[in-house]
């Protein structure tokens, strides 16, 4: 800062080096300016009489002037952290001043004398003032102040002099940390509220199920999590992969990186190269300017490679250097790209299949199946059906704005049975359309399990020929009937184990005796769901 008005002739710089280069230190090392006035206060006393360092602050736009910071340079009282409000006409003297960097004595302090609003109330003694000039205008003023007997001299003005400028680097600091920090405040507020938005309050806490069907995975996340291995996440659609693949980014240590997910089967195949690398301007028709891929753009965070059997070979082999070497190279670009980038796939494909007929390169398999984490379908875990319910209706009451909706017994009676080809998404979807049909008053559950599905996906290992009792024809279950496919769900879900802790008596929580005689009164057939289940395994 170039300040031609403070005394010249001397060098104060020079005969005080030791104590600026303390004073400049303890700005490096403290970002808040209450903080840095604090621990500099008293160095001060070694070479001045000053009892109190005050920064008080300028606000030109809202015409305040506020201590913001107060250090004891020797013990004694100090006035109170006044703020000053100041006209229009008083704010533009006050700056006036400032651009003239002048250093004031106050030993008379006659209200006329002084730039208005410098002094806070109270203050008492000798005052020396300086101007705190930031890069875009005057942000504040220096005061130092002392009472008799103790008195300043020119030497000591020349002393505030030098002192200037590391105290308008510590108010510079403190100003760019408190717009940061309102700035992620900002962010935060803005992500809260779209996740709100979503139904889901924070992601971390929607993984519903984390202790009951998916209390295996939940386990295999938490392992693989802070190593930096790729994951893959092998499961039906809807089953919950991308929930799996967020679940491994917030527990590792690239939590506060990005998150990206890439559809890699949405992709027209002729981009991929170019959404996934980036490419430089020119590189092909349409390449008006140069754009950065989903690599380079999740640099430091986690990439989630949604579909990603659906690579087109060139893709592949990008994708395998990239992994090998931690380097890419844009889309006509010729310097190689290095990013630091964690790969969760995922894929509802068979990958070892797709490898053994060679539409899958085998090199690349091996690079991101090092971790591999099978997500159950939902027909496979009905013990979180249940949750997962109550968890959407409540989702949906928000979202239609209503008061929060749950499931009763005979809804969950009616959902745990139903063997979800469309998996969670699909239950996410029945519970929103029950609370549209209620009204959002109540979940017409039935009613929106009985409407037109879509065509059942191809049916997995476990998807079971689950027996229904007759009674409804117009889309309404009894209650008998929804017992008995509860029970059978139990059934599976135990590999047809009634007893034991594993069992189906311990999941329904009831003692096998009454299960027993349950599934005889409602002709559950233990032994052709046994057999089914022996089967499928
Ligand atoms: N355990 C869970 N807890 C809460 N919500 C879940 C859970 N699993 C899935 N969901 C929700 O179900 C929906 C589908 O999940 P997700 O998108 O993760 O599935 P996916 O397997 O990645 O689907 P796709 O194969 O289509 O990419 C999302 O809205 C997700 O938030």
Redesign the pocket.
């Known amino acids: 800062m170039d300040n031609p008005s403070y005394p010249t002739g001397t060098r104060p710089v020079e005969r005080h080096a030791t104590l600026l280069l303390e004073i400049w230190r303890e700005v490096c090392r403290h970002l808040q300016i209450p903080e840095s006035v604090e621990l500099i206060a008293p160095l001060l006393a070694r070479r001045l009489p000053a009892d109190l360092a005050l920064v008080r602050r300028i606000d030109a736009a809202g015409g305040v002037v506020e201590t913001v910071a107060l250090g004891h340079c020797r013990p004694g009282p100090a006035p109170s952290r006044a703020r000053s409000e100041l006209t229009p006409e008083a704010m533009q003297r006050l700056i006036a001043w400032c651009h003239r960097r002048q250093v004031l004595r106050l030993a008379d302090r006659s209200a006329t004398a002084e730039p208005p609003g410098i002094l806070p109330e109270g203050t008492d003694g000798e005052v020396l003032a300086g101007p705190l000039l930031a890069a875009d205008g005057p942000a504040g003023v220096l005061l130092l102040t002392a009472r008799p007997p103790r008195q300043f001299r020119d030497e000591h003005a020349e002393l505030l002099a030098a002192l200037l400028d590391p105290f308008a680097v510590a108010l510079d600091n403190d100003r760019r940390l408190r717009e940061l920090t309102s700035l992620r405040e900002a962010v935060e507020a803005e992500n809260r509220s779209l996740l709100t938005k979503l139904?889901?309050l924070d992601i971390s806490d929607?993984?519903?199920?984390?202790e009951t069907g998916?209390r295996e995975v939940m386990e295999q996340v938490a392992r693989v999590a802070p190593s930096d291995a790729p994951v893959l996440?092998l499961?039906?659609?809807?089953?919950?992969?991308?929930?799996?693949?967020r679940a491994v980014h917030t527990r590792s240590r690239r939590a506060r990186g990005p998150f990206l997910r890439i559809?890699c089967g949405a992709i027209p195949p002729e981009l991929v190269d170019s959404e996934l690398f980036g490419h430089e301007k020119g590189s092909f028709t349409g390449a008006v300017a140069e754009r950065k891929g989903w690599f380079e753009r999740a640099d430091t965070g986690t990439l989630f490679l949604?579909?990603v059997g659906e690579l087109p070979p060139a893709a592949q082999v990008r994708l395998l250097r990239v992994l090998q070497d931690g380097q890419l190279e844009r889309v006509g670009g010729e310097r190689p790209v290095s990013v630091d980038v964690r790969i969760v796939a995922?894929t509802?494909r068979d990958l070892e299949a797709m490898v053994g007929d060679g539409r899958f390169r085998q090199d690349l398999w091996y690079r991101i199946a090092v971790f591999p984490i099978r997500?159950p379908p939902l027909r496979e875990r009905p013990a979180?059906v249940p949750a997962?319910a109550a968890?959407?209706a409540l989702r949906s009451s928000r979202r239609l704005g209503m008061p929060p909706l749950a499931p009763t017994a005979e809804d969950v009676g009616l959902l745990v049975t139903y063997p979800w080809p469309g998996?969670?998404?699909e239950?996410?979807a029945v519970i929103e359309r029950a609370a549209i049909l209620g009204d959002g008053e109540r979940l017409e559950v039935a009613l929106a399990l009985g409407t037109p599905r879509p065509p059942a996906a191809a049916p997995g290992p476990m998807a079971l020929p689950l027996s229904r009792p007759g009674g409804e024809e117009d889309g309404f279950v009894p209650l008998e009937a929804a017992m008995a496919r509860h029970i059978e769900a139990a059934l599976v879900r135990a590999r047809g184990r009634v007893e034991g802790r594993r069992g189906a008596a311990a999941l329904l929580g009831i003692n096998p005796h009454t299960l027993r005689s349950r599934m005889r009164k409602l002709g559950v057939d233990w032994k052709r769901l046994r057999r089914e289940v022996g089967a499928a395994e």
């Open positions: 139904g889901r929607s993984i519903v199920g984390a998916l996440v499961g039906e659609t809807g089953s919950g992969k991308e929930v799996v693949a559809n949604d579909e995922a509802h997500l979180d997962l968890h959407f998996n969670v998404r239950l996410a």
